[in-house]
């Protein structure tokens, strides 16, 4: 288990731009797979991005060429920067954790730790 912390949520309007962060505790970080997730109410979890302990990534489609991951090994955070939001970005989002294996995964049933959500609301 891996101890995270989001920060960097809140409001913004459409088209504007706004940058998460996330810091981990954990004694093998750089081996650790790191991800972002975002949830509505009433849906489920949606993987958005990862990076492979080497700073390789992986996006969903909805998100690809607007949002970026990544992160700094040596501070123990993953960041995510949002760029061109939109209304339907608007969700609670969390940074998860998965120590081992091999492939970076957006499924959410990979992950083993999670923080606890920081709100992003993105008004038209």
């Known amino acids: 288990q891996v101890h995270l912390v989001e920060s960097g949520g809140g409001s913004v309007q459409s088209g504007g731009s706004l940058r998460l962060s996330c810091a981990a505790s954990t004694a093998t970080y750089g081996h650790t797979y790191m991800a972002w997730f975002r949830q509505t109410p009433g849906g489920e979890r949606e993987g958005l991005a990862c990076i492979y302990p080497s700073g390789g990534t992986n996006y969903a489609a909805s998100v690809k060429g607007r949002f970026t991951i990544s992160r700094d090994n040596a501070k123990m955070t993953v960041h995510l920067q949002m760029i061109g939001l939109k209304s339907e970005d608007t969700a609670v989002y969390y940074c998860?954790?998965?120590?081992?294996?091999?492939?970076?995964?957006?499924?959410?049933?990979?992950?083993?730790?999670w923080g606890q959500g920081t709100q992003v609301t993105v008004s038209p």
């Open positions: 998860a954790a998965r120590s081992g294996g091999n492939i970076c995964f957006l499924n959410p049933a990979r992950y083993n730790s």
